[in-house]
């Protein structure tokens, strides 16, 4: 029986370097950001296993018995080991759940990973006990920002902790606390199938900046969390552009076959911003220093160039460069490009006036902005009482 009611939160994730060159082998910087998703755990009614997504119009709820029946056909005998989630296994699911074979759409998708992790954690852990789960998030989904992994890693510690499989702790009067490395690599590993669950074969970055918060990088398929890196503010722009990433590596694929000689020294010099930027990330919180910032935005300047060298600009993004310029900030493009999201450098010394500025100016571009913060601390516990009033307002609505 779980009696406690509590709240997990996990970030969601920028690129702040290295987007198309990673394909390639080249380095990324992936970095928390300070928009958040919450789950809110509470004991349910005797029997029953609820959860409600109001983002997506999810409300749904199961009988303990009919889950552990449907676990029974789906997770094999035994305790052992548990594989990543298999085509068998998610197709009895979707029938479980009445979801039609083929369905993309993200409530089709959110429900189906919360039933695979719920059923895969209890076979390997105990049964999951009758509670309540609420999942309300700040980030907007499809944007790349990760959303789904921060659902994943906020499903796989709520989940782990009301089996045992991890520690609950948080102490009576404390608002927050997070869990040994050793729970939370438990946790990445569970978030990481759910992603599966979601995406097919996603690389594990935006479940491991969920889970680790901080700044990543990934290499060759090598995730190496940074030590200490400072937390930066920024501008956060949707530029509200629907993009295919899928054409959009490909477009980048066939620029170098075709042009090897011009596009590899592109390539190198974004590997190298991206060496160049960990180094400075991992000296700041050591020495503080105003002149870390005009390196950074260099950085930001030269990077958005070639990224549009590599083909996936798109007007909509050098609108968003070309507006914040004109307040004599420094933007560049996250993730996939061709539209989606750009991000702008806020010094310390910028004056609140100024970004309200920008915004107003990309606001009325179409676009859509948050000013947030890069480096926010991973997947965390909360005392339902300490958590934002907004956030308690949306929950308490939900």
């Given at each position: 029986?779980?009696?406690?009611?509590?709240?997990?939160?996990?970030?969601?994730?920028?690129?702040?370097?290295?987007?198309?060159?990673?394909?390639?082998?080249?380095?990324?910087?992936?970095?928390?950001?300070?928009?958040?998703?919450?789950?809110?755990?509470?004991?349910?009614?005797?029997g029953r296993l609820s959860v409600s997504l109001p983002g997506v119009g999810v409300r749904r709820s199961w009988d303990t018995p009919g889950l552990r029946a449907l676990r029974g056909r789906i997770a094999g005998k035994g305790r052992g080991e548990q594989p990543l989630p298999r085509w068998k296994q998610l197709d009895a699911l979707r029938e479980f759940a009445g979801i039609a074979a083929g369905a993309s759409a993200p409530e089709?998708?959110?429900t189906l990973a919360?039933?695979?992790?719920?059923?895969?954690?209890?076979?390997?852990?105990?049964d999951v006990p009758s509670v309540d789960?609420?999942?309300?998030?700040?980030?907007?989904?499809?944007?790349?920002?990760?959303?789904?992994?921060?659902?994943?890693?906020?499903?796989?510690?709520?989940?782990?902790?009301?089996?045992?499989?991890?520690?609950?702790?948080?102490?009576?009067?404390?608002?927050?606390?997070?869990?040994?490395?050793?729970?939370l690599a438990l946790i990445n590993s569970w978030a990481f199938r759910g992603e599966r669950v979601i995406h097919g074969n996603p690389s594990g970055v935006d479940n491991a900046v969920g889970t680790w918060g901080g700044a990543l990088r990934y290499q060759a398929g090598k995730i190496t969390p940074l030590k200490r890196v400072?937390?930066?503010?920024?501008?956060?722009?949707?530029t509200k552009v629907p993009r295919s990433t899928k054409v959009l590596v490909a477009?980048?694929?066939?620029?170098?076959?075709?042009?090897?000689?011009?596009?590899?020294?592109?390539?190198?010099?974004?590997?190298?911003?991206?060496?160049?930027?960990?180094?400075?990330?991992?000296?700041?919180p050591a020495n503080p220093s105003p002149e870390h910032y005009p390196v950074l935005e260099e950085f930001f300047d030269i990077n958005q160039h070639h990224l549009n060298v590599l083909g996936v600009g798109h007007p909509s993004l050098d609108r968003l460069c070309q507006v914040t310029a004109s307040h004599s900030l420094h933007s560049k493009l996250t993730g996939a490009g061709g539209g989606g999201c750009g991000i702008t450098l806020l010094?310390?010394?910028?004056?609140?006036?100024?970004?309200?500025?920008?915004?107003?100016?990309?606001?009325?571009?179409?676009?859509?902005?948050?000013?947030?913060?890069?480096?926010?601390?991973g997947v965390t516990l909360h005392s339902c009482s300490s958590l934002s009033a907004q956030v308690l307002h949306v929950l308490a609505q939900s």
């Open positions: 029986m779980w009696a406690r009611e509590l709240a997990v939160s996990a970030p969601g994730k920028v690129i702040l370097h290295g987007e198309h060159a990673v394909v390639l082998g080249k380095v990324a910087l992936a970095v928390a950001l300070d928009l958040r998703t919450f789950l809110r755990l509470r004991p349910g009614a005797e089709s998708l959110a919360f039933l695979y992790m719920c059923l895969a954690i209890s076979a390997k852990y105990g789960i609420l999942v309300w998030s700040e980030l907007p989904t499809g944007a790349g920002l990760g959303s789904s992994a921060a659902y994943a890693v906020c499903l796989a510690a709520a989940l782990l902790m009301v089996c045992g499989a991890i520690s609950c702790p948080l102490q009576e009067g404390e608002s927050t606390a997070r869990w040994t490395e050793e729970e400072p937390t930066l503010r920024i501008l956060l722009t949707n477009g980048v694929k066939e620029k170098i076959l075709k042009f090897p000689a011009i596009m590899n020294p592109v390539l190198d010099s974004i590997d190298a911003i991206s060496q160049e930027c960990q180094s400075v990330l991992e000296a700041m010094p310390p010394d910028t004056s609140p006036l100024a970004v309200e500025a920008a915004k107003q100016d990309l606001c009325a571009c179409g676009f859509e902005c948050w000013e947030t913060k890069i480096g926010a601390p």
